[in-house]
């Protein structure tokens, strides 16, 4: 009796621990968003500051027009096939190192383009960043292994605001060194050193805190999947998750290739064609609509550039706070991403057909207001959604994927706009409206197969 008794105390005792570390665990995952708000606004911050004096630079070194824009593909390019790979590495090898290398090795990058006193050692600070700027990707990866699936947009919506802050400060930031002598060379050493600030700041995050609250998260995150193969996914992203702990940014090379090469042909051979294919036609659309932004407006109503910049920031700007207004919208909707991310869509149709058509600058004002909400909104369900569908069995690969789509479309998105603007200057955005079309009647043909899997969510939660 003794030993039964005691067997039993042991048994209450382990379940008050797991109760007290159920109930830390929520307030450990809190300061880990808050930190990682942090890393996205430095991020962002720090790129911004460099990235709009880089043409600028570039041409100051001698290069021409053509040499400045193949390097500039060079980057968008080692961007698409690097991102899947990335992002599937930190399912692989754990967030914290794959996070610390982006960064130290971005830093690195901004470190020899404050370096670069020729085109040529121009075009190789950009191979490190091209490869490993995927910072804010794994750190929305890490951010999907936190939080609940009920609680993801509005934390994705306040990170993408946090990050925008940063993308409005920084270039005002920027071009105020610029105007000192060797202002660019400052500047991006101003830039290398926020990242490894950045890079500090995750090394002293609490990662064993999130480990064991991740680990908790999807355990009860198992149970309320709506299919066997979910299940299954999630056990062995959970399995991911624990060998994180084991330090498997150790293993052989060999072994982490294979398991990515694994997890990408499985994202390659599911369902999700149709959402990244909505992503791409969005992504594509909003890309033509600004395109020809600034040179519209001059001829199609005499507005000068700098009116045509203040009218960028402050879509800017109202970005922010739609992100920040994500989670009373998906309050709204029931937490149905699907159905909130046609519904945006659909108003972004509308608002980019009436930029194409605006007989005067105010009709453009509006658009423009309206449009900051409605892209922002669907652009964090489209991330959501895939997350969501692809049974959050390994983030990281899911959003690498979603940013190669997002970087075919950067390079497609520039031919369809010259080819557009042989024709009219509301060339482009009425190809956008053309393209948005197409991505609303995807939705509606797959709309009965992502909303009753939204339903079985909902109910389970």
Same mark, same amino acid.
């Given at each position: 009796?003794r030993?039964?008794?005691?067997a039993?105390?042991?048994?209450?005792?382990?379940?008050?621990?797991?109760?007290?570390?159920?109930?830390?665990?929520?307030?450990?995952?809190?300061?880990f968003?808050?930190?990682?708000?942090?890393?996205?606004?430095?991020?962002l911050?720090?790129?911004?500051?460099?990235?709009?004096?880089?043409?600028?630079?570039?041409?100051s070194?001698?290069?021409?027009?053509?040499? #400045?824009?193949?390097?500039?593909?060079l980057?968008?390019?080692?961007?698409?096939?690097?991102?899947?790979f990335v992002?599937?590495?930190?399912?692989?090898?754990?967030?914290?190192?794959?996070l610390?290398?982006?960064?130290?090795?971005?830093?690195l990058?901004y470190?020899?383009?404050?370096t670069?006193t020729?085109?040529?050692?121009f075009?190789?600070?950009r191979?490190?960043?091209?490869?490993?700027?995927?910072?804010?990707?794994?750190?929305?990866a890490?951010l999907?292994?936190?939080?609940?699936?009920?609680?993801?947009?509005l934390?994705?919506?306040r990170?993408?605001?946090?990050?925008?802050?940063?993308?409005?400060?920084?270039?005002v930031?920027?071009g105020?060194?610029?105007?000192?002598?060797?202002?660019?060379?400052?500047?991006?050493?101003?830039?290398?050193?926020?990242?490894?600030?950045?890079?500090?700041?995750?090394?002293?995050?609490?990662?064993?805190?999130?480990?064991a609250?991740?680990?908790?998260?999807?355990?009860?995150?198992?149970?309320?999947?709506?299919?066997a193969?979910?299940?299954h996914?999630?056990?062995?992203?959970?399995?991911?998750?624990?060998?994180?702990?084991?330090?498997?940014?150790?293993?052989?090379?060999?072994?982490q290739?294979?398991?990515?090469?694994?997890?990408?042909?499985?994202?390659?051979?599911s369902?999700?064609?149709d959402?990244?294919?909505?992503?791409?036609l969005?992504?594509?659309?909003?890309?033509?609509?600004?395109?020809n932004?600034?040179?519209?407006?001059?001829?199609?109503?005499g507005?000068?550039?700098?009116?045509?910049?203040?009218?960028?920031?402050?879509?800017?700007?109202?970005?922010?706070?739609?992100?920040?207004l994500l989670?009373?919208?998906?309050?709204?909707?029931?937490h149905?991403t699907?159905?909130?991310?046609?519904?945006?869509?659909?108003?972004?149709c509308?608002?980019?057909?009436?930029?194409?058509?605006?007989?005067?600058?105010?009709?453009?004002?509006l658009?423009?207001?309206?449009?900051?909400?409605?892209?922002?909104?669907?652009?964090?369900?489209?991330?959501?959604?895939?997350?969501?569908?692809?049974?959050?069995?390994?983030?990281?690969t899911?959003?690498?994927?979603?940013?190669?789509?997002?970087?075919?479309?950067?390079?497609?998105?520039?031919?369809?706009?010259?080819?557009?603007?042989?024709?009219?200057?509301?060339?482009?955005?009425?190809?956008?409206?053309?393209?948005?079309?197409? #991505?609303?009647?995807?939705?509606?043909t797959n709309?009965q197969k992502?909303?009753?899997?939204g339903?079985?969510?909902?109910k389970?939660?």
């Open positions: 009796r030993p039964g008794a005691a039993r105390m042991e048994e209450e005792e382990d379940e008050d621990s797991g109760g007290r570390r159920a109930g830390g665990s929520p307030a450990a995952s809190a300061r968003v808050r930190c990682l708000y942090v890393v996205g606004f430095l991020d911050f720090g790129v911004s500051m460099v990235v709009p004096l880089m043409n600028l630079h570039i041409k070194l001698g290069a021409s027009h053509t040499v #400045a824009g193949i390097i500039g593909s980057y968008g390019v080692m961007q698409l096939f690097s991102s899947t992002g599937c590495w930190s399912d692989i090898a754990g967030r914290r190192y794959s610390l290398a982006c960064i130290l090795l971005s830093a990058g470190f020899l383009l404050g670069s020729t085109v040529f050692l075009a190789i600070s191979v490190p960043v091209g490869i490993f700027k995927h910072t804010l990707s794994i750190s929305k890490l999907s292994d936190l939080v609940s699936e009920r609680d993801r947009p934390v994705m919506g990170f993408n605001a946090a990050s925008s802050v940063g993308f409005i400060l920084g270039p930031v920027g105020y060194l610029a105007e000192f002598e060797g202002g660019f060379y400052q500047t991006s050493f101003i830039c290398a050193s926020i990242f490894l600030l950045n890079g500090g700041l995750v090394w002293m995050l609490p990662w064993s805190e999130e480990n609250g991740s680990r908790e998260h999807y355990k009860d995150k198992g149970t309320n999947n709506f299919s193969k979910s299940n996914d999630l056990h062995l992203k959970s399995a991911t998750s624990r060998a994180v702990t084991n330090s498997s940014f150790f293993q052989s090379p060999w072994i290739v294979a398991a990515m090469l694994k997890k990408i042909k499985g994202i390659a051979c369902n999700l064609w959402i990244f294919l909505v992503r791409f969005m992504s594509v659309a909003i890309l033509l609509y600004y395109s932004f600034t040179l519209a407006l001059e001829e199609r109503f507005v000068k550039p700098l009116f045509a910049g203040y009218l960028m920031s402050y879509s800017s700007a109202l970005g922010v706070l739609a992100g920040c989670g009373p919208i998906t309050r709204l909707y029931g149905n699907y159905r909130l991310l046609l519904h945006s869509s659909t108003f972004t509308v608002l980019v057909f009436l930029y194409a058509s605006a007989l005067s600058i105010w009709m453009v004002i658009s423009s207001t309206f449009l900051a909400f409605s892209t922002t909104i669907g652009r964090t369900c489209i991330i959501d959604l895939e997350l969501t569908v692809g049974g959050n069995e390994a983030s990281g899911l959003l690498g994927v979603g940013q190669s789509v997002t970087s075919v479309g950067r390079i497609i998105a520039p031919l369809l706009s010259g080819i557009a603007q042989e024709f009219s200057p509301c060339g482009p955005p009425s190809l956008a409206v053309g393209l948005v079309l197409v #991505a609303i009647g995807i939705m509606n709309k992502h909303c009753s899997h339903n079985v969510k909902l389970n939660q």
